[in-house]
């Protein structure tokens, strides 16, 4: 049966206790024994002074020796006296009447000690009476006188130690006892305190508020033990909030991740990186450690057991399915590891398409440049007729306009790409804002002979940025004014809408375009022909400032060729 922590720690202490009582009385009795010996030893060699004496007083010799038996009588009658020769021969004994017969007494134990000594003591059976006795020797100058008690009952008595001492002991050690199973008891409230605490962690119950420890050193302990676990478990808490946020980084995150062991094997790794896997292997796999045996990603393999590797991390690209991929591999202090997967697929075309818009930009700005170099060299080198220069300024205004044109439109499609947050939003109405438009193109209009109209109703209001619903309608107008001919007509209306968006319609009476243009006319520089659309002096990005500034707008553009002649776009703006 296990015992219980108070069992032992009382069973510790009465232990204790219990070897110290009894080695205290133990002690205590055999000196109070010695004591009790010395001082009986001590009358006895009175005793012995005396028969010495009597000796001395009736000079020594064989009669001074034969008249010890009146002193013998003068004491105690159990007293029994010897008195031995130097050659051990007995020469008077009170309590033996024939001492020739007795043996030689040099090799008692007491006449041995006393021969030493000067005195000695032992407790022995006499082998001439038989009965046991405490003698006492003492060696005077030519003999030895020996004196003797019975060692019966009384004299044990005399020798043996008190028990009041015995009893007090204990007494002490009851009182004691109460004591410790106290001290026990309240050892043991704290330490079952503790145990059932430990025993509600290891379970996983809920710790109470307050655990009512007592006050003193092991309680102390528990409470400082209560406060530390609480900190561990909020630490804890803080720690799986942590994981969970990150988890769910990882889950929700169009990166694909994962993260191996530094034993290669999968820790966790979310459903991008496996689909992302998938994408760039011939085979179809749902095991992340794949991704370690396949061929393609042997510069990950080899970044992963090069011992000798002066970074931490490394980067490469894959291209595949169609797909351009960025693989990271990072690698810790513990030997594990992470692979990261993006699709930059979308990021590379960005970067292909922008290249191509610089190059589109340069090659657009060397025409009126080369044409305003050649203008102003003419002007500077030859001397030409007042109407010659006056022609050639002309040209070379227009070509300045044109680059201007250029310059703004490149400027308003990169802000709308890259900084769309810097538009001021605003309450605006648009009828009002169309009607600026055709004022401000009345000139160009009266010129083609082009007739504008607008049907769109005088409350109409939305919220957006006036520069950019400007363009809308500034560059389709431009585009009808430069592409779709003379003596045609311009409408412009709002044919529905519903409770998110308002629905247009912009068409002109011109010319339109074929079939095969009409996925491409909203795309960056893009011409239906070439030579003409340079004539014209466009910078063939209008159409596709119609098309992001419409999306600013949360809308969408569609373009069609209509059955009457000439292009209608049908576009919806957000409310």
């Known amino acids: 049966m296990k015992t219980t922590y108070r069992q032992r720690i009382f069973g510790y202490f009465l232990l204790i206790f219990l070897l110290f009582a009894a080695g205290v009385i133990l002690i205590e009795r055999k000196q109070e024994q010695r004591f009790r010996t010395a001082d009986l030893e001590a009358r006895l060699d009175g005793y012995t002074e005396m028969v010495h004496e009597f000796i001395n007083q009736h000079q020594p010799g064989q009669d001074s020796i034969g008249r010890l038996d009146e002193l013998s009588r003068l004491m105690p009658q159990h007293i029994r006296i010897s008195v031995i020769s130097d050659e051990g021969r007995v020469w008077f004994d009170n309590e033996v009447t024939d001492v020739d017969r007795m043996d030689n007494h040099l090799g008692r134990p007491e006449i041995m000690n006393a021969l030493y000594s000067s005195y000695g003591s032992n407790i022995r059976t006499s082998a001439s009476t038989r009965r046991p006795y405490l003698y006492y020797a003492r060696h005077f100058r030519t003999y030895y006188i020996r004196v003797a008690l019975p060692y019966n009952m009384e004299t044990r008595n005399m020798l043996k130690a008190d028990n009041l001492f015995t009893y007090m002991i204990i007494a002490l050690f009851v009182v004691a006892l109460i004591f410790i199973h106290y001290v026990a008891e309240r050892f043991s409230q704290s330490i079952l305190q503790l145990r059932k605490f430990s025993s509600d962690i290891r379970k996983g119950q809920n710790i109470p508020e307050h655990i009512p420890f007592r006050e003193d050193e092991v309680g102390e302990i528990g409470r400082e033990l209560i406060d530390i676990f609480k900190q561990m478990e909020n630490s804890k808490k803080t720690v799986e909030k942590e994981r969970e946020k990150l988890i769910r980084h990882f889950r929700f995150s169009g990166e ?320």
């Open 256 to 575: 694909g991740l994962c993260i191996f062991n530094p034993e290669m094997e999968k820790i966790y790794a979310n459903t991008h990186f496996i689909r992302y896997l998938n994408l760039m292997t011939d085979r179809p796999t749902f095991d992340a450690e794949d991704i370690l045996k396949d061929e393609v990603f042997k510069p990950v393999i080899d970044f992963i057991h090069d011992k000798g590797k002066e970074s931490n991390h490394t980067v490469f690209s894959i291209s595949k399915n169609g797909k351009t991929f960025s693989v990271q591999a990072i690698a810790f202090e513990d030997k594990s590891f992470e692979i990261i997967i993006k699709d930059v697929t979308k990021a590379e075309k960005t970067r292909l398409l922008k290249q191509e818009m610089t190059s589109n930009i340069a090659h657009e700005l060397r025409t009126p440049v080369t044409s305003l170099r050649g203008y102003l060299e003419t002007l500077n080198n030859r001397e030409l007729e007042e109407s010659k220069q006056k022609q050639f300024i002309e040209r070379a205004f227009q070509q300045t306009i044109r680059l201007s044109n250029l310059i703004d439109d490149v400027s308003i499609i990169s802000k709308i790409e890259e900084a769309p947050a810097q538009f001021t939003i605003e309450k605006l109405n648009l009828a009002l804002l169309v009607n600026e438009v055709r004022i401000d193109l009345s000139d160009k209009l009266a010129a083609a002979h082009i007739r504008f109209t607008s049907s769109i109703p005088d409350n109409l209001t939305l919220i957006g940025n006036y520069t950019l619903l400007y363009s809308i309608f500034r560059n389709l107008a431009d585009n009808s004014i430069s592409y779709a001919g003379r003596h045609i007509e311009i409408h412009i209306s709002q044919y529905a809408e519903d409770e998110h968006y308002y629905y247009f319609s912009y068409y002109d009476t011109g010319s339109g375009v074929k079939e095969e243009h009409l996925s491409r006319l909203f795309e960056r520089f893009y011409r239906v022909n070439e030579g003409r659309t340079r004539d014209t002096g466009g910078s063939g990005l209008g159409l596709s400032i119609v098309r992001h500034a419409i999306l600013f707008h949360k809308g969408d553009i569609q373009v069609k060729n209509r059955t009457d002649g000439g292009l209608e776009f049908l576009f919806t703006l957000k409310k």
